[in-house]
């Protein structure tokens, strides 16, 4: 159990509050007892969350960008993620854990933003202790219907396995797809020329990469104002330092 | 080009619709290049 806490707060695309209600169910009849349970599922987090927050802490925010790769779950990966945690600061770390997508992007841009290790280890030690109590909290609430899908499970013996391994499989191909379907969807999304003007009028200053290939631009040296001329193996260096949200405009000729 | 960068993960990343010669179509100002 504490693995999978710990591998859902790593990024996995492993949700860990089922096992951790039907811990909490288990706590109703004897076998596990709620203290080892909730401080597992601390010591599992904290070991996660602070393995992100040095990374974060290290590498800014070119780390969030790898682990929204990970996670699957871009749409809801970065920019919401960040306005909420400017807006609540630590505090956010509390309720971190409730929020698919945030739970493990906070850790590292607690990080990134530079914030002290202490207060971050209290602060997400806290999140994590309410996180799991309210998850195996609802386990003992609803113990005995937990235990009536138990032993289904148990008189299916291998088949619920196998069940179990398919319901994860599909939760994975879920969000591999919504990912794809993300990317589609960006890739038809053009800019106009207007619109790239009218953003300019507003005062925004969106990073406008020129790549047309370096012959075309000695051929034609007028460009976009502000846009930044880089070929195809500088632009990986150009944008090594954005945040992953920054809103990039890309033309050609 | 775009791809490779959301790729990168990145989020908004856009293409502009008719490149250079658009935006010198409409008019918009350009400034010079020097290298």
């Given amino acids: 159990m504490a693995l999978n806490v710990f591998l859902e707060q790593i990024g996995a695309p492993i949700p860990a509050v089922p096992t951790l209600i039907v811990a909490g169910a288990l ?30 802490r290290r590498y800014g925010y070119r780390i969030l960008r790898t682990l929204c790769r990970i996670s699957l779950s871009p749409d809801s990966c970065v920019r919401d993620t960040e306005a909420n945690f400017e807006r609540w600061g630590m505090k956010s770390l509390l309720v971190a854990k409730f929020i698919p997508g945030f739970s493990t992007v906070a850790p590292p841009l607690a990080g990134a933003g530079g914030r002290s290790t202490v207060e971050f280890l209290i602060y997400d030690g806290l999140g994590a202790a309410i996180w799991a109590g309210a998850a195996v909290a609802i386990g003992r609430a609803f ?14 013996g291998g088949w619920a396995l196998l069940f179990l391994g398919c319901l994860l499989a599909l939760v994975i191909i879920f969000k591999w797809w919504q ?12 800019i106009t020329v207007d619109e790239l003007k009218a953003l300019f009028d507003a005062g925004e200053s969106p990073v406008v990469l020129d790549v047309r290939t370096a012959s075309a631009v000695k051929h034609d040296p007028r460009r976009i104002p502000t846009a930044i001329v880089a070929d195809q ?21 | 080009m775009a791809r ?4 990168e993960g990145f ?21 010079k290049h020097h290298e």
Avoid at chain 1, 233 to 253: F, G, H, M, N, S
Avoid at chain 2, 4 to 7: A, G, S, T, W
Avoid at chain 2, 12 to 24: K, N, T
């Fill in chain 1, 143 to 156: 113990h005995r219907a937990i235990h009536v899908v138990l032993q289904r499970i148990e008189d299916l």
């Fill in chain 2, 4 to 7: 490779k960068l959301i790729d």
């Fill in chain 1, 233 to 253: 193996e500088q632009i990986e260096e150009r944008v090594r330092d954005l945040k992953p949200d920054a809103e990039i405009i890309l033309y050609c000729t």
């Fill in chain 2, 11 to 31: 989020t908004l990343v856009r293409p502009l619709a008719g490149g250079l010669d658009a935006w010198v179509d409409a008019g918009y100002e350009v400034e």
């Fill in chain 1, 179 to 190: 990912r794809r379907r993300f990317i589609l969807l960006l890739r038809m999304s053009r």
């Fill in chain 1, 27 to 56: 706590t109703r009849s004897g076998h596990v007892s709620v203290t080892a349970i909730v401080a597992w599922s601390i010591a599992a987090s904290l070991v996660a969350d602070w393995f992100w927050f040095l990374l974060g």
